[in-house]
């Protein structure tokens, strides 16, 4: 069993869609979370980070953290074509030396 | 945000030839830099983690002859692909951690695509 599970998708939107994203992950011992959005052939950028359980707006961005259920979500509002990346999920224990564990990454399409 | 960058964003070699790809923190020191390798349509695949002034960590089923890191300074860690073969080729990218450190937010460069022929 992996540690981090995400539906990679395919996922198709129409523009100004709610988009939901979601990663679960059997390790406890994880305590940060974080949101990264990569265009192909690009780096992965941060988009949100978070520690606790709970949520955490960012413009259209709301990043959702419930560790009892070990699962984190990413809500984007009002879906934009420029939205269409793949998302990935990322978590640190803390105790790691800063090393990430990642989920597969969800492909989006926002269609105009 | 903290910035990192690579170079160069893209290299074509020929089979059997070794090819250096460097990775900076503009704007910040890294005493860690991470290295990975992300394949089409897949995820980033840790290959190593890289220390300021010490041998690098690798991951396992990663040939640490073949894939040689030197972080010689607290701003540039460098990745070299030695006899360099066609499976090589791939997206290569390095990350480094912010100014909290541990925990905190960590930043990734734009990404070096290798093409060996």
């Known amino acids: 069993q992996k540690e981090v599970e995400q539906d990679p998708g395919p996922l198709s939107v129409p523009e100004g869609a709610i988009v939901s994203l979601n990663c679960t992950y059997s390790?406890?011992?994880?305590?940060?979370f974080m949101w990264y959005r990569q265009y192909s052939r690009k780096g992965p950028e941060l988009l949100m980070y978070?520690?606790?359980?709970g949520n955490k707006e960012d413009g259209r961005f709301t990043a959702q953290v419930d560790k009892s259920s070990k699962y984190i979500s990413l809500f984007i509002r009002d879906s934009q074509p420029s939205d269409s990346a793949t998302y990935l999920c990322?978590?640190?224990?803390?105790?790691?030396?800063?090393?990430?564990?990642f989920g597969e990454g969800t492909q989006l399409t926002v269609n105009p | 945000g903290a910035v990192v960058s690579q170079h160069p964003s893209w290299v074509i070699c020929k089979s059997g030839t070794s090819v250096k790809i460097e990775c900076r923190s503009l704007?910040?020191?890294?005493?860690?830099m991470f290295w990975y390798r992300q394949f089409p349509k897949q995820s980033l695949m840790l290959m190593a983690t890289?220390?300021?002034?010490?041998?690098?960590?690798?991951e396992q089923g990663v040939e640490k002859d073949k894939f040689l890191i030197n972080h010689a300074s607290l701003t540039l860690s460098t990745l070299t692909v030695t006899s360099a073969h066609p499976e090589d080729s791939s997206f290569y990218i390095c990350?480094?951690?912010?100014?909290?450190?541990?925990?905190?937010?960590?930043?990734f460069g734009p990404g070096t695509r290798l093409t060996v022929t």
């Open positions: 990350s480094a951690p912010g100014l909290a450190g541990v925990g905190g937010e960590q930043y």
């Open positions: 990322a978590m640190e224990m803390g105790t790691s030396g800063s090393r990430l564990t």
């Open positions: 890289s220390n300021e002034g010490s041998k690098a960590t690798y």
């Open positions: 978070t520690y606790s359980s």
């Open positions: 704007d910040f020191q890294a005493t860690t």
């Open positions: 390790n406890s011992a994880f305590q940060y």
